[in-house]
C-alpha cells in the first residue's frame, strides 16, 4: 500500500476521492501572481502528484491569474478518470495583485467560463463560492444572490456540485437551502479551531471539509509543543499538522500545496504518520490554549 492510500477515502459531491489531495495555489509566482519561478519544476509536481495517487486537486483561475489552471492543463490533460478538479470563483486579481470581490452575474459566469477553457473541460466537477464580503476570513452577510447565480450555472450544465469557501456557518446553513452543497473550504488547523463544530455537523451529514493553511499560511504559526512532537516522531511540523487534521474528522480532505517534488513527498507521507494519544493530546491542547 502506498502512502497515500492510507489517508483513506471521502465523498466529493459523486466521486470518491482519497483524503490527501494537492493545492495548486503555491504553482503561481510571489504573491499568488504571476508564473512560477520554474515553470519545468512546476509541472513535474503536478506529475508527480498524479503519480503518486492523488486524485483530488484544487485550484481556481484566480491563482495567477490563470497560471495555475494552465499548468494543470499542460501537465495532465488527457485526464486520469479518477480525477477530481475543484476549482473556485468569486474573487479576481487587481494589477496590483490584490484579491477583490467579483460577484456580478457576468463576472461569476465568466469565471465558470475562464476556468473550463484553461483547464481544458467540458463541465467542472467542483465550484466552491468563495466569499468576499472580507477577504480575510469569514464575515456575515447573505450568499443567496451570487449562490443563486452559480445554482443557475449548475443546471446549465456547467458545474456539477457546488462547495463554499471563506464562510461562516450561518452562510453555509443559508447556503443548504437554496442548493446542494458538497464540501465547504475555510481556514482550519491546530491552533485556527473556530470551525470545530461545524466540522462535525458537517462530518455528520457527509459534507467534506477542506482546510486550507494547516500551518498558519501567509503568517505561519510558530509552535514549540508542534515542533517537539514532530521531532519525538521523527517527522516535520507539517507532517504531523497534516496528520492531525487526518485524524480529526473523517470528512476532513487535505490539500497542502507546494511548489517542490521533495516537499509534496514529504507532505504525502504524513498519511502513514501515526500519531500516539499522548502526541494527540498535546496537539489537541494548542486548540484549547488559543
Not at 499542460?74 to 484579491?99: C, F, M, N
Not at 470551525?195 to 457527509?206: E, K, N, Q, S, T
Request: with cysteine; charged share 20%.
Amino acid at each position: 500500500m502506498s502512502n497515500i492510500e492510507l489517508s483513506d477515502t471521502f465523498t466529493l459531491g459523486d466521486r470518491t476521492v482519497k483524503r490527501l489531495g494537492y493545492g495548486a495555489m503555491q504553482l503561481a509566482g510571489p504573491g499568488v501572481f504571476g508564473p512560477p519561478r520554474d515553470r519545468d519544476a512546476a509541472l513535474a509536481v503536478l506529475r508527480e502528484a498524479v503519480e503518486s495517487g492523488v486524485n483530488h486537486i484544487d485550484t481556481s483561475d484566480f491563482y495567477g491569474p490563470h497560471v495555475t489552471n494552465q499548468l494543470i492543463r499542460e501537465a495532465l490533460h488527457p485526464y486520469p478518470d479518477d480525477l477530481v478538479i475543484v476549482t473556485k470563483i468569486g474573487a479576481r486579481r487587481g494589477q496590483d495583485a490584490s484579491w477583490l470581490p467579483a460577484f456580478s452575474s457576468e463576472e461569476l459566469a465568466q469565471a465558470v467560463h475562464d476556468n473550463l477553457h484553461n483547464l481544458g473541460l467540458n463541465v467542472l466537477d467542483v465550484v466552491n463560492l468563495r466569499i468576499m464580503f472580507d477577504p480575510h476570513g469569514p464575515a456575515e452577510g447573505s450568499i443567496e444572490a451570487p449562490l443563486t447565480i452559480l445554482a443557475e450555472l449548475q443546471r446549465q450544465g456547467l458545474v456539477r456540485h457546488i462547495g463554499l469557501s471563506n464562510v461562516t456557518p450561518a452562510q453555509v446553513a443559508e447556503g443548504r437551502r437554496i442548493c446542494d452543497i458538497v464540501c465547504v473550504q475555510n481556514q482550519y488547523n491546530l491552533v485556527h479551531r473556530a470551525d470545530d463544530a461545524l466540522i462535525d455537523d458537517l462530518a455528520r451529514d457527509g459534507i467534506a471539509y477542506v482546510p486550507f493553511f494547516p500551518l498558519g499560511g501567509f503568517t505561519p504559526l510558530q509552535s514549540s509543543t508542534l515542533s517537539d512532537v514532530a521531532r519525538r516522531l521523527g517527522a516535520t511540523p507539517m507532517q504531523v499538522a497534516l496528520a492531525w487534521l487526518l485524524r480529526r474528522a473523517p470528512n476532513i480532505l487535505l490539500i497542502p500545496g507546494t511548489s517542490s517534488v521533495a516537499h509534496l513527498k514529504e507532505n504525502l507521507a504524513s498519511a502513514e504518520l501515526d500519531l500516539p494519544d499522548d502526541a494527540l493530546e498535546e496537539l489537541d491542547g494548542l486548540g484549547r490554549s488559543a
